[in-house]
């Protein structure tokens, strides 16, 4: 207790704890908002034959594309025993969201694709996008703490869920593009911002339960401290790869007897040898071949 003391003295002294309450505070509409869109669709755009769909099919493409900027929302919803389709009731965030995806699709020269894959501008998307998945987290477990007041698991689920997004609904939206890839599950296989939602989850599950001893304001900046500057580094590098990636290596070898089986591969850069050995599509633009020349596996919802 004395030690939680001394923490929020410290805190008060930088005067950081009102810095991270007027951040924790600060609306998310429309502009961080507008910015998760923006790279969630992007992420879409990435998927194999996404542009095609988007062209045979619009009304599929704009489904998945809801998927993307929702699927966190609607999968909440039905675990809390809400309607699936209660958050659509937003016009205006259902408004921009099909906006920002009708631009990235079908903008003419593909001029708002090139400005917000542009990677210094992508950079401070993907940081914005990050300040709005930590305050899901957040929102989530403060949700379901309200529904069971005990019940830390259901705590730790509906956080994580909110944190996902689309990525553990994935199967699912590929259906909606004409793919079936099981084995592209996100919990056989968690990608870092499933790992890191997992862990946000829990950690603001024992600030509810007041086992941590900081504020849920000083969480939230520095959660999304840590997401957003993990995440800029990874999109800097087009690395896939986790920071936890060794600790749980271990982690599960001591626990579980798992091979320590650290793997690099997707640490790596994506080369272009497997966009190459496909053929490419006289319908996809320069953009979007070089994109998928940096990306030897497509990125997962994130």
């Not at 995806?101 to 708002?112: D, G, H, S, T, V």
């Amino acid at each position: 207790m004395r030690k939680g003391q001394n923490i929020m003295e410290v805190l008060d002294v930088l005067n950081l704890g009102e810095i991270a309450h007027y951040f924790s505070k600060m609306a998310m509409f429309p502009v961080f908002d507008v910015a998760y869109y923006i790279v969630s669709i992007l992420y879409l755009k990435y998927e194999p034959g996404a542009v095609e769909v988007s062209r045979k099919s619009p009304v599929a493409s704009w489904l998945c594309a809801m998927l993307y900027c929702f699927g966190s929302y609607i999968l909440a919803d039905i675990m809390l025993g809400v309607s699936p389709i209660d958050y659509f009731h937003n016009n205006s965030h259902i408004l921009l969201a099909s906006v920002v995806w009708y631009l990235i699709f079908f903008c003419p020269l593909n001029l708002f694709y090139k400005c917000v894959a542009f990677l210094p501008v992508k950079l401070v998307l993907v940081a914005m996008k990050e300040v709005v998945r930590t305050r899901k987290i957040a929102a989530g477990v403060h949700h379901a703490q309200h529904a069971y007041h005990h019940g830390w698991l259901i705590m730790v689920i509906t956080g994580y869920v909110k944190g996902s997004g689309v990525a553990l609904m994935s199967n699912f939206e590929q259906l909606l593009r004409g793919v079936w890839k099981p084995e592209t599950n996100e919990v056989l296989k968690m990608s870092f911002p499933t790992k890191a939602s997992l862990y946000g989850a829990i950690l603001f599950t024992l600030q509810e339960a007041h086992l941590l001893p900081v504020s849920k304001s000083t969480l939230i900046c520095l959660f999304t401290l840590f997401m957003a500057t993990t995440k800029v580094f990874m999109t800097a590098r087009h690395s896939h790869g986790s920071p936890f990636a060794l600790i749980e290596s271990w982690l599960c070898h001591l626990l579980f007897g798992s091979p320590l089986d650290i793997e690099d591969a997707h640490d790596h850069h994506h080369s272009a040898p497997a966009a190459a050995s496909a053929p490419l599509s006289p319908a996809k633009t320069k953009e979007e071949l070089s994109e998928g020349t940096r990306k030897r596996k497509p990125k997962k919802a994130e």
